[in-house]
């Protein structure tokens, strides 16, 4: 399939960037609701906002509030009102790149409900069809990068991005959730990837222990193993460097992106050149903040910096 026309993200996309996010681009609604409603029945939303969806893109979004030089590369949209959106949005945030536009594709979209709770639910219609111009993206911004991040979820089409940054000597980010629990997956995924984010949420998997899932990455070659665990902090292992941090005590008001702004917190302070517990205090400080919050927009690095220094941590050497 080739698009019949495309919008640069930036001026400047020729630029290489420092961070490539490589992953699907669609468009959501948030909402931030009061309470769910009885069936049949109706509820007031304290918030409503047009977003930026998936991690990749997300992750983008906040590197570039902190003043990351970053790149998109991502699926083709619909050459309809959503896909000409996000193409204003992240050329409007100085994202780098292209945004592919086919008159042939309808833009991905979702919907998105924070409750009180500080739980989220999405819901989505996936497009096979859209996911499938991953395998024709231009990759040429990889070179001269500093690193890539992929998605788990974009299946096999991040084999290609993957493989090209191991032949150019360039870290790969890989956020694999819980898909550490499928053999094949991890190997195939984790396996290519440098450093690479799970998770051990009850809801998905089973309370699975932290530091067996950071050993079964380790064992598949990633280099820094991150294993987030919600309102309880996070697990990092390097060697045989072992980082716990608590997160701090907050009152969760949209949880939708917190772990996409874990990713960008250990990111934007792995390309500082951050000590590993600097990384992981810092990206669970970024992301508790998020969750204090409604939206996706970066909180300050100061505020990230001060809440880091407060966190409890242990470590083991």
């Given at each position: 399939?080739?698009?019949?026309?495309?919008?640069?993200?930036?001026?400047?996309?020729?630029?290489?960037?420092?961070?490539?996010?490589?992953?699907?681009?669609?468009?959501?609604?948030?909402?931030?609701?009061?309470?769910?409603?009885?069936?049949?029945?109706?509820s007031i939303f304290q918030e409503n906002k047009?977003?930026?969806?998936?991690?990749?893109?997300?992750?983008?979004?906040?590197?570039?509030?902190?003043?990351?030089?970053?790149?998109?590369?991502?699926?083709?949209?619909?050459?309809?009102?959503?896909?000409?959106?996000?193409?204003?949005?992240?050329?409007?945030?100085?994202?780098?790149?292209?945004?592919?536009?086919?008159?042939?594709?309808?833009?991905?979209?979702?919907?998105?409900?924070?409750?009180?709770?500080?739980?989220?639910?999405?819901?989505?219609?996936?497009?096979?069809?859209?996911?499938?111009?991953?395998?024709?993206?231009?990759?040429?911004?990889?070179?001269?990068?500093?690193?890539?991040?992929?998605?788990?979820?974009?299946?096999?089409?991040?084999?290609?991005?993957?493989?090209?940054?191991?032949?150019?000597?360039?870290?790969?980010?890989?956020?694999?959730?819980?898909?550490?629990?499928?053999?094949?997956?991890?190997?195939?995924?984790?396996?290519r990837a440098t450093i690479c984010q799970a998770?051990?949420?009850?809801?998905?998997?089973?309370?699975?222990?932290?530091?067996?899932?950071?050993?079964?990455?380790?064992?598949?070659?990633?280099?820094?193993?991150?294993?987030?665990?919600?309102?309880?902090?996070?697990?990092?292992?390097?060697?045989?460097?072992?980082?716990?941090?608590?997160?701090?005590?907050?009152?969760?008001?949209?949880?939708?992106?917190?772990?996409?702004?874990?990713?960008?917190?250990?990111?934007?302070?792995?390309?500082?050149?951050?000590?590993?517990?600097?990384?992981?205090?810092?990206?669970?400080?970024?992301?508790?903040?998020?969750?204090?919050?409604?939206?996706?927009?970066?909180?300050?690095?100061?505020?990230?910096?001060?809440?880091?220094?407060?966190?409890?941590?242990?470590?083991?050497?």
């Amino acid at each position: 399939m080739k698009a019949e026309n495309s919008l640069n993200v930036a001026e400047n996309h020729l630029d290489s960037p420092d961070v490539v996010c490589f992953g699907m681009l669609a468009i959501g609604i948030l909402l931030v609701v009061d309470k769910w409603p009885p069936q049949n029945d109706a509820s007031i939303f304290q918030e409503n906002k047009d977003i930026v969806c998936y991690d990749a893109a997300m992750i983008a979004c906040m590197l570039r509030g902190w003043n990351v030089k970053n790149a998109m590369i991502g699926t083709a949209v619909g050459q309809d009102y959503r896909g000409q959106w996000i193409a204003t949005q992240l050329k409007q945030i100085g994202v780098l790149g292209e945004v592919r536009l086919d008159p042939q594709l309808e833009t991905v979209f979702s919907v998105v409900v924070s409750d009180p709770t500080g739980a989220r639910t999405v819901f989505w219609q996936p497009n096979r069809k859209v996911l499938a111009t991953l395998d024709t993206a231009d990759l040429s911004l990889l070179q001269g990068s500093r690193l890539l991040y992929v998605d788990w979820y974009d299946e096999d089409h991040i084999i290609r991005p993957m493989d090209e940054a191991i032949r150019l000597d360039i870290p790969v980010f890989l956020n694999l959730e819980h898909k550490h629990k499928e053999p094949e997956i991890l190997a195939r995924y984790a396996g290519r990837a440098t450093i690479c984010q799970a998770v051990t949420d009850f809801v998905q998997l089973g309370n699975e222990p932290p530091l067996e899932v950071a050993k079964k990455l380790l064992a598949v070659g990633v280099e820094i193993a991150v294993v987030t665990l919600a309102k309880e902090g996070c697990l990092v292992v390097r060697g045989k460097e072992i980082i716990r941090v608590w997160a701090p005590s907050i009152k969760a008001i949209d949880s939708f992106g917190a772990g996409a702004s874990f990713s960008a917190g250990f990111i934007y302070s792995y390309l500082q050149g951050c000590s590993l517990e600097e990384m992981a205090r810092f990206a669970t400080a970024a992301a508790s903040i998020k969750v204090s919050r409604p939206g996706f927009e970066p909180p300050e690095l100061a505020e990230i910096n001060k809440l880091a220094s407060e966190l409890k941590v242990m470590k083991h050497t």
